[in-house]
């Protein structure tokens, strides 16, 4: 091993720092080889003025944060948008506790706590829009208003379909209601930002943003039930907004926030609301009926189902498809025998059920596939009583059509 003295190893130092000084700074002057070893080439001088001088490196471009001024109070446009709706229509979003009846262990009937939820306050007269789930079952409804006032209010009507209801509650005389304003969801883009205000966990009157995360969400409650058209938004919606509204930028309303999808029960970015143009279709209907009024076919259905698609086989009746609804027996003098559908005439048993076979199957109403109860509710769920409606069915191997002029869901469901 070679050892260096201390002045040697200066001077190595000393001769590598000038070399790399001469590499950083002298790449320009020896990079065609120093004057005093080439000649000077008028050519390539005239060649080198000739050619473009070089383009500087642009340095990464960093997006330049926006210049807050004191006019705009030190918030950016979309914090103003946010900060503008809150405070303009909180007040018109209340907080809905109801009571409901229980029985004790002596099977006495006894008031109890019962849910809690958000509404809309949308007429000044104290109408207020909110969930059937909300007030379903509900002894008493209190309304919360957001001066702390609390009055009592009641269910005027309802709609477990599209799970809306309409409470009424008198304000007092001296005081002004903030109306939340109709907007429309006929317009909606999957992107478009939102706000929803509401009281989850009973903190009263929270907002919380997001976006439209998807359009025309058909979500099932029950076996009869199906909600179309619903609104998906990322925005944070728990247990207690239900009911309130979902907002676009302007403050209108554009969705009544109605569920979530969470293993967990609380929010995790999946969130749907009723579609403000439902709410502005079955909201004058639950005022004036305390219902919708809805159009119906009168007859008797059966899901088809495996079993009995294997039984019409055996029997010599295969049917050409899988899926419809069979039609058990069709109203004598109703709007279905009218129109030419026909029922079963053959009764059987498939455990505690007992039905027709050997009717039509109807495949579509109105335009809309139809392989269930739910679909049939579905697809007349927009459709009043004397409206007209197509109907198409299979009779055997023929599939024909039909027009079929509504009755009232109500009154044939009333009758049996």
């Known amino acids: 091993m070679r050892l260096y003295s201390r002045r040697q190893l200066i001077v190595s130092i000393t001769a590598t720092a000038a070399v790399v000084l001469l590499a950083a700074f002298g790449v320009g002057l020896f990079s065609r ?16 003025a000739a050619a473009p001088a070089a383009v500087p490196i642009a340095e990464p471009s960093v997006e330049a944060t926006p210049v807050l001024s004191e006019a705009d109070g030190g918030y950016s446009q979309d914090e103003r948008e946010n900060i ?5 229509l909180n007040a018109g979003v209340v907080n809905i506790t109801t009571e ?15 849910g809690s939820g958000s509404g ?20 008493k409804v209190f309304v919360n208003l957001a001066d702390g006032t609390r009055l009592e209010g009641k269910v005027i009507g309802s709609d477990s379909e599209n799970d809306l209801s ?13 109306v939340v304003p109709y907007g429309t969801s006929s317009g909606l883009r999957v992107g478009q930002k939102v706000l929803a205000i509401g009281n989850p966990f009973g903190l009263e009157r929270t907002l919380t943003r997001g976006i439209v995360s998807g359009l025309g969400r058909p979500v099932q409650q029950d076996s009869k039930t199906i909600i179309r058209d619903m609104i998906q938004t990322d925005a944070s919606i728990n247990p207690g907004n239900s009911g309130g509204p979902l907002l676009n930028a302007r403050g209108e309303l554009i969705g009544v926030n109605t569920m979530i999808y969470s293993p967990s029960g609380g929010s995790v970015g ?47 009746d295969a049917l050409p498809i899988e899926k419809g609804l069979l039609v058990s027996s069709a109203k004598r003098g109703g709007n279905a025998d009218r129109s030419g559908l026909r029922g079963g005439s ?16 109807i495949v579509a109403v109105d335009g809309m596939e139809v392989s269930s109860l739910a679909d049939l509710y579905s697809a007349l769920e927009d459709n009043k009583p004397g409206d007209p409606v197509k109907v198409e069915y299979y009779r055997g191997s023929k599939r024909l059509s039909a027009t079929v002029t509504l009755s009232d869901r109500a009154e044939y469901l009333g009758d049996k």
Not at 100 to 114: C, D, M, R, S, T
Not at 122 to 136: A, F, M, Q
């Open 33 to 48: 080889g120093s004057a005093a070893d080439t000649p000077l080439d008028a050519a390539a001088l005239e060649a080198d």
């Open 84 to 88: 503008t709706v809150y405070e303009r």
């Open 100 to 114: 409901v009846v229980a029985i004790n262990w002596f099977l006495e009937p006894v008031p109890q706590a019962g």
């Open 120 to 139: 809309s306050i949308i007429d000044r007269r104290g109408y207020v829009l909110t969930n059937y789930h909300v007030v379903k079952d509900a002894y």
């Open 166 to 178: 309409v409470v009424k509650f008198e304000p007092p005389k001296d005081m002004t209601l903030t």
């Open 270 to 316: 999946v969130g749907f609301a009723v579609p403000v143009d439902t709410a502005k279709r079955i909201v004058p209907d639950l005022i004036k009926y305390g219902m919708v009024k809805r159009g119906w076919i009168d007859a008797e259905y059966v899901q088809l189902f495996p079993a009995l698609i294997e039984y019409m086989k055996e029997k010599g």
């Open 346 to 361: 053959t009764p059987v048993r498939y455990y505690q059920s007992v039905f027709n076979v050997g009717g039509d199957v």
